[in-house]
């Protein structure tokens, strides 16, 4: 049974303006924000529709960000990301990769889960993998309204490829 709903952030929950760059959120946010001193959101927007979605879940279960570097902590937007989830984990502070499976049952037992409990989301086809590898209930963000169908399925206990 899902418990806790955690979510990779980078082209999940926060995406770039440009939606045509191809490359890593991190460096984007490295290269316009602090060596170019560009505002935090003129460079990037944060999907709203999902937060409110996942905001409208969070009364019955808590909600955590999984993300692998630094971007998540700009001040412009972490005080938006401590109202909306109880937890930030951000691989490089724990020295992780979350390609590999052990990444996954680190973050569960950091959130004081069992990671069959935790619903896992990620736009990258390998963080989903090493996630369910670990145990962990994982889908893969495509867009908004594939990955509402598909949280609403697993919560509703069915399979995340069955809801596909």
Do not use: C, W
């Not at 879940?57 to 993300?67: D, H, R, S």
């Amino acid at each position: 049974m899902i418990a806790y709903i955690l979510s990779d952030f980078s082209r999940v929950i926060l995406m770039p303006k440009d939606r045509s760059y191809a490359g890593e959120l991190n460096d984007l946010y490295r290269t316009k924000v602090l060596q170019d001193g560009m505002g935090y959101f003129d460079v990037f927007d944060l999907n709203e529709e999902l937060l409110a979605f996942l905001g409208s879940l969070g009364e019955n279960y808590p909600l955590g960000i999984f993300t692998s570097e630094i971007v998540q902590n700009d001040p412009a937007v972490r005080p938006r990301l401590e109202q909306a989830f109880r937890d930030v984990v951000s691989a490089q502070d724990l020295g992780i990769r979350k390609t590999e499976k052990e990444a996954y049952l680190t973050v569960a037992k950091s959130l004081q889960q069992e990671p069959a409990a935790v619903l896992y989301i990620d736009d990258k086809e390998e963080n989903v993998a090493a996630a369910r590898d670990a145990g962990l209930h994982a889908i893969r963000y495509v867009s908004n309204s594939q990955i509402m169908a598909d949280i609403r399925a697993a919560l509703a206990g069915k399979n995340e490829k069955e809801a596909r």
